[in-house]
Structure formats: structure tokens, C-alpha cells
């Protein structure tokens, strides 16, 4: 089988999805490619997202949320990346001859809908990279669509997607999340870790400040945002605190971890739902982030420290904390450490 994945570098989690789709396809004996080729028509885009996060925050999560709810932009958007696709990708399309086109983000799976309507023997499957599902994911000419929780295929089929498209099978994560092989960072204490600084947004230094008070190891991880971690290692900060940049082996520190503090990336929730560490939820990017934040903390996934952190990072130290324990055992229910390899072991059976 020709497998084609086709991602978007808006937030890191659609690439990190696709790069563990592509690594379980070689697996499974098939042809992979990645499509790229999509990057350049949504610089804008891209550049629109960032700076409305930066800069209109508020702003663009209500517009998140309106859109979603009304579907006032949903044709019209979907027109603008379907002429894309067909400008695009008739070549791309030529030169690798996929049977299936896997998208994990929603405007590639919006312009390959271009193609699925000019080839009909071409297959194309959305996969979901967060918990939140935007109607923008709505694409009639898809086959099938891979999800993580239930919530999420009552929002598909609210938008008119067949029930029989839809497979709950996890958010595809690196397969070095299930090698318990790896060896364990020596510490005596298990750190609290806190991530998302790679985007370099929300209060990261604040809460960084706030988490230096409590006598515990602890580990700031910048990602590959070298401004930010260039700028908190100028700062003074006590002996118990570390600052790090990009972190090869994430799956081995979060498996060591004490604690996980940061915001609700769809990714970073199904890697620490692998790795069965507590999880406390201090900041989101507005619209897909506040749903993908709900849905953890109502799932027993994760607890919110936008308020009072300092106490509840005390409580989940503990390890006969009952909250610690709930998390930890809602973790091990609700894990698919192995969604990728189910995905591309049940693909040809999707359609």
C-alpha cells in the first residue's frame, strides 16, 4: 500500500502525529511519503494563527467558538482549500499515486478532498490531533476518521459525518513512548516538569516563578524555543530548578516525572496519559485548547491549576493523594499508547 501523510506546521502536534504514522507504515512493510507541499499556501494562514494568539487572544477564541458553533466560514473555507488542492496537488498526486492520503490537519485534509472528488479510488482519512473537533474537520469526501474520546464522535456526527466513518483509536504518538527499555534519568526525586514553552505563549515565566517556590526538583522544558530559554536562564532561579531547551528523551523524563504542569496540547495529553503521570493544567490557548482542557479534567485526565497552584502541586506530590491516584488510574484507562500501529493495522478495513 502507498501511504501519503499530509501535515501543517500550525502548532507541533500535527507533525508529531504524522512522524509517528509514517514510523508505524514503515513498520507495516508499506510505501510512505510526506506531503509538504501544502506548506507554502497556508504561510498565511499560519501566520494569521500565531498572531492572533499573540497579539488577539480573547479575540480569537471567540471566533474559534463562533465559527464552530454557526459554520458561517466552514463553505466558504472550505472552497478557498479545495482550490488549493486543485491547483496544488494534481501533480503531487501524479508523481506518488497514494491509495490512501492520511491528514492530521484539517485544511490538508480539506484541499486532498480536491483530489478524493477527481480520483474516486483514492482513499483520504482525517486524524485527529486534539480532543476538540472544529467543524473545519468536516470534509464530505473523506473516508473515515481516526478519534481519541466519545465526545469526539458526537461532534463529528453533529456536523454530518456517518457514525460508521468514525474509529475511536487514540492520538498517534512516538513508538519510544512504550519502550520500556529506555533507561531512567537518575534523581532522587522524581521532577515536576513543566512544557509549553516551545511556542513561547501564556504565562510561562510566571508560572515557572511560582513552581521555583515549592521545595522540589524541578525542569522548565523551552522545546526548541531557544529565545525563551535563552531568556529564563538569564534570570536567577534556585538550585532545585533546571532549565532545558529541546529534550530527545521526553518519553523517559515524563515516565520519570513526579508531576506534569503545562497546557493541554491534544499530543502532550495522549503522551502523558501514556507516561501515568499526574497532570495540572495552568494555561491554553483559547477556543480548541479550553475544550481539549474540559474534556481531560472531566475525564479524570488532568486537574486545573490556573488558580491556586501552589497547593495543589503540594497535594499531587503525595503519592497517597487520592486526587493522584484517580488521575493516575483514569490514565491507564483511557492510554492508547499504540494508536498509531492501530491505525495503519486497520486501515485497509476504514473504508
Known amino acids: 500500500m502507498r501511504v501519503l501523510i499530509a501535515s501543517l506546521p500550525i502548532g507541533t502536534g500535527h507533525d508529531i502525529a504524522a512522524q509517528a504514522l509514517a ?92 483530489m478524493r472528488k477527481r480520483h474516486p479510488s483514492l482513499r483520504i482519512v482525517g486524524v485527529l490531533t486534539d480532543l476538540s473537533v472544529h467543524r473545519y474537520w468536516y470534509e464530505p469526501y473523506a473516508d473515515a476518521y481516526t478519534v481519541w474520546l466519545p465526545e469526539q464522535i458526537q461532534d463529528l456526527t453533529r456536523f454530518g459525518v456517518s457514525p460508521s466513518k468514525i474509529h475511536a483509536l487514540g492520538i498517534p504518538i512516538r513508538e519510544s513512548f512504550q519502550d520500556s527499555s529506555l533507561p531512567l534519568p537518575v534523581y532522587d526525586r522524581g521532577p515536576i516538569i513543566l512544557l509549553g514553552g516551545g511556542l513561547g505563549m501564556g504565562p510561562y515565566s510566571r508560572i515557572l516563578r511560582e513552581l521555583s517556590r515549592v521545595e522540589w526538583p524541578l525542569v522548565a522544558v523551552c522545546g526548541h524555543n531557544e529565545k525563551l530559554r535563552w531568556k529564563l536562564s538569564e534570570e536567577r532561579w534556585p538550585e532545585h530548578v533546571t532549565i532545558a531547551g529541546y529534550i530527545e528523551n521526553m518519553p523517559v523524563f515524563l515516565r520519570h516525572a513526579q508531576l506534569v504542569v503545562g497546557k493541554p496540547g491534544g499530543v502532550t495529553a495522549a503522551e502523558v496519559a501514556q507516561s501515568g503521570v499526574p497532570w495540572i493544567l495552568t494555561h491554553w490557548i483559547p477556543g480548541q485548547e479550553e475544550i481539549n482542557r474540559d474534556r481531560l479534567v472531566g475525564h479524570e485526565l488532568a486537574v486545573r491549576g490556573d488558580t491556586h497552584l501552589q497547593p495543589r502541586v503540594v497535594d499531587l506530590l503525595n503519592n497517597y493523594a487520592p486526587a493522584r491516584i484517580t488521575m493516575i488510574e483514569s490514565q491507564g484507562h483511557w492510554a492508547r499508547p499504540l494508536a498509531a500501529r492501530h491505525i495503519m493495522e486497520v486501515l485497509p478495513s476504514l473504508f
Open 23 to 114: 514510523e508505524a507504515a514503515f513498520h507495516q512493510g508499506w510505501q510512505v511519503e510526506f506531503s509538504n507541499h501544502l506548506v507554502g499556501p497556508a504561510r498565511t494562514e499560519t501566520w494569521l494563527y500565531f498572531m492572533g494568539l499573540r497579539y488577539m487572544a480573547a479575540a480569537y477564541g471567540r471566533a474559534f467558538r463562533w465559527e464552530d458553533r454557526t459554520g458561517f466560514n466552514w463553505a466558504r473555507h472550505r472552497r478557498h482549500w479545495e482550490a488549493i488542492g486543485e491547483r496544488t496537488l494534481p501533480d503531487i498526486y501524479r508523481e506518488y499515486r497514494p491509495d490512501v492520503v492520511i491528514a492530521t490537519h484539517p485544511f490538508a485534509l480539506n484541499a486532498w478532498g480536491a
